[in-house]
């Protein structure tokens, strides 16, 4: 039936919220865009006036969209080529949702966004709606069509799993920028003992190119193996401008509420890497240079001044 224009204003009031759970749950902008879109049509088919909760009802259609998504997106994963990353979001993007909470930051932390890779369907759905907007276990029972103890043992489980994966502590983010200025400048050296005592001893190096640009298709393990790796990945080539269009002016600055590396060609971001700093060191780089994933990122960049690069890295 055709929508009123009340009922228009009402959906895309809800569009915001809606996109950033989406975007936690299926961890790729344009997933989460075509699970709102297709809400939007399930809405347009109903009788709004009908639906006693609105926001009740688009989360439910939502969540049951991106679980049914999340299945499928399973398998494309496993023949995704090489290693599969999230899409990292800007500090400022609406996609982000809320931050108000350790909770909500630590949700979309581009570190728990991969770990939640691992978790079952339910698992993830359960923990994005209680730990990042705050549903009732009662309320997530009624979305996922489960009964309330079933949806409190989903959350528990998941937060048991994440915590499994994320064993060392954080640090503050002032401090956390502090780590990563200094890895820029150690990268930037040429020499790997610098890197070396940055990183814990377990740190691990991921790249995801999708196929569109080269990365491999194995992490990079242990601190001299990660150190060596970075040393060589900041060093100068040919072959490294003509691959990225130019030599890359390097920006640190914020994505997914964590320190950030940004390399930009020409106003368009070519890679964001994204290292997660703990109280032992930095134990992870997960890099994104899959242009696909890069997309938004390139918009948000291109409408502000940035200022001048840190440095250009080749």
Known sequence: MALTAKDVDRFEAAMPRLEAVAYRLLGSVSEAEDAVQETFLRWQATDPHRIEV??????????????????????????????????????????????????????????????????????????????????????IAGILEVGESAAQQLFHRARKHLAEGRARAEIDRAAARRVVEEFLAAATSGRTEPLVRLLTADARAIGAGGGKIPARAKAFEGAQAVATFLRGLFSPGPAKRALAGGSPGVYLTTANGGPAVVAVVDGRVVGIMCPEVTAEGIAAFRNQVNPDKLRRASARWAAADHGAPLFHAF
């Open 54 to 139: 609105p926001e009740a009802w688009l989360t439910k259609v939502l969540t049951n969209l991106c679980l049914n998504q999340l299945a499928s997106a399973r398998v494309r994963r496993e023949s995704y080529v090489g290693q599969w990353l999230p899409e990292p979001l800007l500090e400022g993007d609406p996609m982000l949702g809320p931050a108000d909470t350790a909770e909500q930051r630590e949700s979309v932390s581009f570190a728990v966004l991969t770990l939640m890779e691992r978790l079952a369907p339910r698992e993830r759905a359960a923990y994005v709606l209680r730990e990042a907007f705050g549903y009732s276990h009662r309320e």
